[in-house]
């Protein structure tokens, strides 16, 4: 089935460390997001991208940047990891070629910051 | 930006009863209204949605209404059921891809 896949799944790193979560997707949708949920917060948009040369700001952008290597690939980057971005993050894409708008999250990546 | 509220936090119903979750919106522009589901340990994944020219929507034991006035909308879960527990957002949008969603509400349903 096609699918949307993270890795890795869980994350362990230091103050000040760059670390960089990947999404891969096979459905060959076009738009590719990442979120971060946090208890009491729910989902919060980082970035969004409509194709490889097409990336946005989302909500909460400071101290996270993206690179879209290509249509199935969408990886975050932590350039400089903090405690509060202690997290779960989510990958999804969504095609608007479709009648519907849903959005297809990927497992998620637990990444812890100490 | 747009600003989700969503009521309550926690929701606990017996096996049968209805389970009904409130969200209001600050942005009268949008015009898209999803719900999504995450099961423990799960990704959230699409329930439901609803557009802004419609007022109703429902899908077997499941419903959304929408009060663009008061620029609130509701998810209501009838004969809820054991794989009803779940944490349930609600998200709204002015097109189709940016979603500002609520904060969650966390659904235990009793046997």
């Known amino acids: 089935d096609a699918d949307v896949t993270q890795t890795p799944r869980n994350r362990i790193t230091k103050t000040g460390k760059r670390i960089m979560l990947e999404c891969s997707q096979t459905?060959?949708?076009?738009?590719m997001y990442w979120y971060r949920q946090d208890p009491g917060l729910g989902l919060r948009l980082i970035y969004y991208?409509?194709?490889?040369?097409?990336?946005n700001k989302g909500e909460i952008s400071d101290g996270y940047s993206v690179s879209r290597q290509a249509q199935a690939k969408f990886s975050l980057s932590l350039e400089s990891a903090i405690p509060n971005q202690t997290a779960l993050y989510f990958c999804?894409?969504?095609?608007?070629?479709?009648?519907?708008?849903?959005?297809?999250f990927g497992p998620g990546t637990r990444l812890t910051v100490t | 930006g747009e600003n989700v509220e969503q009521h309550p936090s926690t929701l606990s119903v017996q096996e049968g009863d209805s389970a009904v979750i409130k969200c209001t919106y600050s942005?009268?522009?949008?015009?898209?209204f999803p719900w999504y589901k995450q099961e423990l340990g799960k990704r959230p994944q699409l329930i439901i949605d609803i557009r802004s020219n419609v007022g109703e929507k429902k899908d077997q034991r499941i419903a959304v209404t929408l009060n663009k006035t008061a620029k609130h909308f509701s998810l209501h879960i009838t004969e809820t059921q054991p794989e009803d527990s779940a944490v349930y957002f609600c998200?709204?949008?002015?097109?189709?891809?940016?979603?500002?969603f609520g904060a969650g509400t966390t659904v235990t349903v009793r046997a």
């Open positions: 991208s409509f194709d490889v040369k097409d990336i």
């Open positions: 459905k060959g949708h076009d738009r």
């Open positions: 942005d009268s522009a949008s015009n898209y």
């Open positions: 998200a709204a949008s002015k097109d189709d891809y940016k979603l500002s």
């Open positions: 999804a894409t969504s095609d608007p070629r479709r009648r519907t708008y849903e959005q297809y």
